[in-house]
């Protein structure tokens, strides 16, 4: 199974940036579809980016325009920029991962290692 350490969450006024990491080992980025989802507090944990083995990406309508899914993959770390942030971006940040080249998945049980969390609270 893939560790996975999540870091740069953080507090922020509306319109303003974070970039959260997520350090991965015990398999390369290159064989498998990283994702992020956030959980806000009384809702279900939902997708927010993705990006496969070979590159592909994927983004939410929320999500789309304003994040940006990335990788390094001599750290073996997946990042996603966001930016123009809203107070209804505040949630916990999870990265998750699966073995994957070409497809990406959206839903929290197709991933099968999944990081601690970090908290994004956007003010308004």
């Known amino acids: 199974q893939v560790q996975l350490v999540e870091s740069g969450g953080g507090s922020v006024q509306g319109g303003g940036s974070l970039r959260l990491s997520c350090a991965a080992s015990?398999?390369?980025?290159?064989?498998?579809?990283m994702a992020w989802f956030r959980q806000a507090p009384g809702k279900e944990r939902e997708f927010v980016t993705a990006i496969s083995g070979r590159g592909f990406t994927r983004y939410s309508d929320s999500a789309k325009g304003r994040f940006t899914i990335s990788r390094d993959n001599a750290k073996n770390t997946v990042y996603v920029e966001m930016n123009t942030l809203k107070p209804e971006d505040t949630a916990v940040y999870y990265c998750?991962?699966?073995?994957?080249?070409?497809?990406?998945?959206?839903?929290?049980?197709?991933?099968?290692?999944w990081g601690q969390g970090t908290q994004v609270t956007v003010s308004s």
């Open positions: 998750a991962a699966r073995p994957g080249y070409d497809t990406i998945w959206a839903g929290t049980s197709d991933y099968d290692s």
């Open positions: 015990g398999r390369p980025l290159s064989t498998m579809t």
